[in-house]
């Protein structure tokens, strides 16, 4: 990606882009190749490797997990990425640009009625801001999974890895309530808190055996009652 990062520089400044605005998208950009190693735990980064779920998660963060930025920063970073993103495509360096279907400022999400999106928001706080490294990960990918797809609880728990298609952005096949097989679609927070509950996820017992996307510390399959217990425990901080 350097590479490329350094001949779309060259190409602004051959159409004689102001030097303030060459300035700030090679910022940007260059933070945003830093963050793409560091996230996708790669020494290089490809062009292709690039995806949706990672810009969003640049845009939204910056590189700095747990840092709120402005819609303004948001959108700054966006056009930058869109725009290197942009002529990639149109150099044939890349066949279609990730960027293309995220909306400034705001992202879409789809969710149920257990809670107002002022409280999810609050809970989705408590959990970044008091679970241990050892549980964030995991317990961010049950919440927000929880929350953007409606399934019940026993539902998500009974996932299994080869059932996560990031590509469809889809959990495929579910049994739902009644005995119904469907596929469940997923969105783009629910894609970076499983990709990166899926690297910690490494690091618990009999990871590499249990088939279950959700492990408990004895690498076992998460259990209904152990999951209400840690969503209870975070409901309850958030209510202090």
Same mark, same amino acid.
């Given at each position: 990606?350097?590479?490329?990062?350094?001949?779309?520089?060259?190409?602004?400044?051959?159409?004689?882009?102001?030097?303030?605005?060459?300035?700030?998208?090679?910022?940007?950009?260059?933070?945003?190749?830093?963050?793409?190693?560091?996230?996708?735990?790669?020494?290089?980064?490809?062009?292709?490797?690039?995806?949706?779920?990672?810009?969003?998660?640049?845009? @939204?963060?910056?590189? @700095?997990?747990?840092?709120?930025?402005?819609?303004?920063?948001?959108?700054?970073? &966006?056009?930058?990425?869109?725009?290197?993103?942009?002529?990639? !495509?149109?150099?044939?360096?890349?066949?279609?640009?990730?960027?293309?279907?995220? $909306?400034?400022?705001?992202?879409?999400?789809?969710?149920?009625?257990?809670?107002?999106?002022?409280?999810?928001?609050? &809970?989705?706080?408590?959990?970044?801001?008091?679970?241990?490294?050892?549980? &964030?990960?995991?317990?961010?990918?049950? !919440?927000?999974?929880?929350?953007?797809?409606?399934?019940?609880?026993?539902?998500?728990?009974?996932?299994?890895?080869?059932?996560?298609?990031?590509?469809?952005?889809?959990?495929?096949?579910?049994?739902?309530?009644?005995?119904?097989? !469907?596929?469940?679609?997923?969105?783009?927070?629910?894609?970076?808190?499983?990709?990166?509950?899926?690297?910690?996820?490494?690091?618990?017992?009999?990871?590499?055996? $249990?088939?279950?996307?959700? &492990?408990?510390?004895?690498?076992?399959?998460?259990?209904?009652?152990?999951?209400?217990?840690?969503?209870?425990?975070?409901?309850?901080?958030?209510?202090?």
């Amino acid at each position: 990606m350097d590479r490329d990062l350094a001949d779309f520089l060259g190409y602004l400044h051959d159409r004689n882009r102001s030097p303030l605005t060459i300035e700030r998208y090679g910022e940007t950009l260059r933070r945003f190749a830093v963050f793409a190693r560091a996230e996708l735990h790669q020494d290089h980064v490809r062009v292709e490797d690039v995806d949706k779920a990672l810009v969003v998660a640049f845009v @939204r963060e910056g590189g @700095r997990p747990g840092v709120k930025s402005s819609p303004a920063t948001r959108n700054a970073r &966006l056009s930058a990425v869109r725009a290197f993103q942009r002529w990639l !495509v149109a150099e044939g360096r890349l066949a279609s640009d990730p960027s293309k279907a995220i $909306e400034r400022a705001t992202l879409p999400s789809r969710s149920p009625t257990f809670l107002t999106p002022d409280e999810f928001g609050r &809970l989705r706080d408590t959990v970044e801001r008091t679970a241990t490294e050892h549980y &964030l990960r995991r317990d961010l990918a049950i !919440v927000l999974t929880f929350w953007h797809t409606g399934l019940r609880l026993r539902e998500l728990l009974s996932l299994d890895l080869d059932q996560v298609d990031f590509a469809r952005e889809q959990f495929l096949p579910v049994r739902r309530k009644g005995g119904d097989v !469907v596929a469940v679609h997923f969105n783009v927070e629910v894609t970076i808190a499983v990709r990166r509950w899926l690297w910690e996820r490494r690091r618990y017992p009999n990871a590499d055996s $249990e088939r279950a996307l959700f &492990l408990s510390d004895r690498g076992r399959r998460l259990s209904p009652r152990a999951a209400e217990d840690l969503v209870g425990k975070y409901v309850s901080v958030r209510g202090k």
